[in-house]
């Protein structure tokens, strides 16, 4: 396992610049960010690492980097303008639209559509975050209007989002297609909710409030008032069940950065009292959720800053520091952090079952990187 019985000692400090280099080094040219370079499968830009990313890059002083990401994915959308009024169309009617002809959640390096893959690609949260790092980047950078030349874009995604957040899509880990998602809601909420501020449109702060009064009428734990990781709609279609009862350590998005609910909100408390009774691992790592399979369902670094930006904003700065720490453990002796670490807790027979398939958890995973960066920035500034 990363961090153990290591005899050198990378710091924040140092991990800070590195973090930065391994993301300026895997940016094409044309924008995207490559997921991870080292790992087959992930040398695509993902809309949801991508913003994310870019995020990190605005709060660490290259706002030219995340300004060429969000650039990059403009034309993107303008290509799909036809697809997306039909798309519109087709809603308006009550006509069923397949999955596979939503928008993809990931593309090329260079811009063009990832068409060869077979798995769920209808994920919404990205759009949704693509929209909430755009107006971060806009406000970072002191600019009070968004240009003309990602107007029409901007317009599309929201169009998009504001019409089929209610679909039950893939959540961010690319799972459960048939169900609907707190994290994926929180990004979406995120993301009209920040369009509709910065473009003065009171009907898209509407619909972020019938979002939130969603979340809270269909997704909280009837006892137990956490938010619960799935629901999925009723065979009649009309009404909702819990799909995962569990809790996914993805809703600490419904805090930070989208504020659907603050810290101290008494569903989100349940919440991350719920993350740390079921996903904190003995050392500190947050787990993605209880029956995660993937590599035994090890620790994931970026859920772990997460958590720690969740803490400070909980008051709990201890906490926030100790995340930090593990995050900075894990970093291997070239300073690259991965997707995931094994734990006291994993299983060891799954695990070495991934391994043998594909190798160790994807390094360096810029996701990983970037949130490490938005860590440290919100424990220093
Ligand atoms: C994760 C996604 C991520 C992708 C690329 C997948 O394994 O589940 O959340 O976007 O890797 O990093």
Same mark, same amino acid.
């Given at each position: 396992?990363?961090?153990?019985?290591?005899?050198?000692?990378?710091?924040?400090?140092?991990?800070?610049?590195?973090?930065?280099?391994?993301?300026?080094?895997?940016?094409?040219?044309?924008?995207?960010?490559?997921?991870?370079?080292?790992?087959?499968?992930?040398?695509?830009?993902?809309?949801?690492?991508?913003?994310?990313?870019?995020?990190?890059?605005?709060?660490?002083?290259?706002?030219?980097?995340?300004?060429?990401?969000?650039?990059?994915?403009?034309?993107?959308?303008?290509?799909?303008?036809?697809?997306?009024?039909?798309?519109?169309?087709?809603?308006?009617?009550?006509?069923?639209?397949?999955?596979?002809?939503?928008?993809?959640?990931?593309?090329?390096?260079?811009?063009?559509?990832?068409?060869?893959?077979?798995?769920?690609?209808?994920?919404?949260?990205?759009?949704?975050?693509?929209?909430?790092?755009?107006?971060?980047?806009?406000?970072?950078?002191?600019?009070?209007?968004?240009?003309?030349?990602?107007?029409?874009?901007?317009?599309?995604?929201?169009?998009?989002?504001?019409?089929?957040?209610?679909?039950?899509?893939?959540?961010?880990?690319?799972?459960?297609?048939?169900?609907?998602?707190?994290?994926?809601?929180?990004?979406?909420?995120?993301?009209?909710?920040?369009?509709?501020?910065?473009?003065?449109?009171?009907?898209?702060?509407?619909?972020?409030?019938?979002?939130?009064?969603?979340?809270?009428?269909?997704?909280?734990?009837?006892?137990?008032?956490?938010?619960?990781?799935?629901?999925?709609?009723?065979?009649?279609?009309?009404?909702? !069940?819990?799909? +995962?009862? /569990?809790?996914? @350590?993805?809703? *600490?998005?419904?805090?930070?950065?989208?504020? $659907?609910?603050? #810290?101290?909100?008494?569903?989100?408390?349940?919440?991350?009292?719920?993350?740390?009774?079921?996903?904190?691992?003995?050392?500190?790592?947050?787990?993605?959720?209880? !029956?995660?399979? +993937?590599? /035994?369902?090890? @620790?994931?670094? *970026?859920?772990?800053?997460?958590?720690?930006? $969740?803490?400070? #904003?909980?008051?709990?700065?201890?906490?926030?520091?100790?995340?930090?720490?593990?995050?900075?453990?894990?970093?291997?002796?070239?300073?690259?952090?991965?997707?995931?670490?094994?734990?006291?807790?994993?299983?060891?027979?799954?695990?070495?079952?991934?391994?043998?398939?594909?190798?160790?958890?994807?390094?360096?995973?810029?996701?990983?990187?970037?949130?490490?960066?938005?860590?440290?920035?919100?424990?220093?500034?």
């Amino acid at each position: 396992m990363n961090g153990q019985e290591q005899d050198w000692h990378i710091t924040a400090e140092q991990l800070t610049p590195i973090s930065k280099q391994l993301i300026i080094w895997n940016q094409h040219p044309s924008g995207g960010y490559t997921a991870c370079p080292l790992f087959a499968n992930y040398a695509y830009s993902w809309l949801r690492d991508g913003s994310f990313i870019a995020n990190a890059m605005d709060v660490s002083g290259e706002p030219e980097s995340a300004a060429d990401f969000y650039n990059w994915v403009n034309p993107i959308i303008l290509r799909m303008k036809t697809r997306i009024e039909l798309l519109l169309e087709r809603f308006e009617r009550g006509d069923s639209i397949e999955q596979h002809e939503f928008l993809h959640t990931r593309y090329q390096l260079d811009g063009r559509d990832d068409h060869n893959a077979e798995w769920g690609h209808f994920q919404l949260d990205g759009y949704g975050t693509w929209l909430w790092g755009l107006v971060e980047h806009y406000r970072i950078a002191g600019q009070t209007e968004m240009p003309e030349t990602i107007a029409d874009s901007v317009d599309l995604v929201v169009r998009y989002l504001c019409a089929f957040w209610e679909q039950p899509n893939f959540d961010c880990w690319e799972e459960r297609g048939d169900q609907l998602h707190p994290s994926t809601l929180a990004c979406i909420y995120g993301g009209l909710e920040a369009i509709g501020r910065f473009n003065g449109r009171t009907d898209l702060l509407e619909i972020c409030a019938q979002i939130k009064q969603f979340i809270v009428e269909h997704m909280v734990h009837p006892e137990r008032g956490y938010v619960v990781k799935s629901i999925q709609p009723t065979y009649t279609g009309n009404e909702y !069940e819990i799909g +995962y009862g /569990g809790v996914d @350590a993805s809703a *600490l998005w419904l805090c930070e950065p989208f504020q $659907v609910f603050a #810290a101290d909100h008494p569903v989100m408390a349940a919440t991350i009292s719920k993350i740390e009774a079921d996903l904190k691992t003995t050392d500190g790592g947050i787990r993605r959720y209880s !029956e995660d399979e +993937y590599y /035994g369902g090890g @620790a994931w670094i *970026l859920l772990t800053a997460w958590y720690g930006w $969740v803490s400070l #904003a909980s008051g709990k700065r201890l906490e926030a520091e100790q995340a930090l720490q593990w995050i900075v453990k894990q970093a291997d002796s070239l300073g690259r952090l991965p997707e995931q670490v094994a734990h006291a807790e994993t299983d060891s027979e799954v695990y070495q079952g991934w391994l043998s398939r594909l190798g160790t958890p994807a390094t360096p995973l810029l996701w990983s990187h970037a949130m490490f960066l938005v860590l440290n920035f919100q424990l220093v500034k």
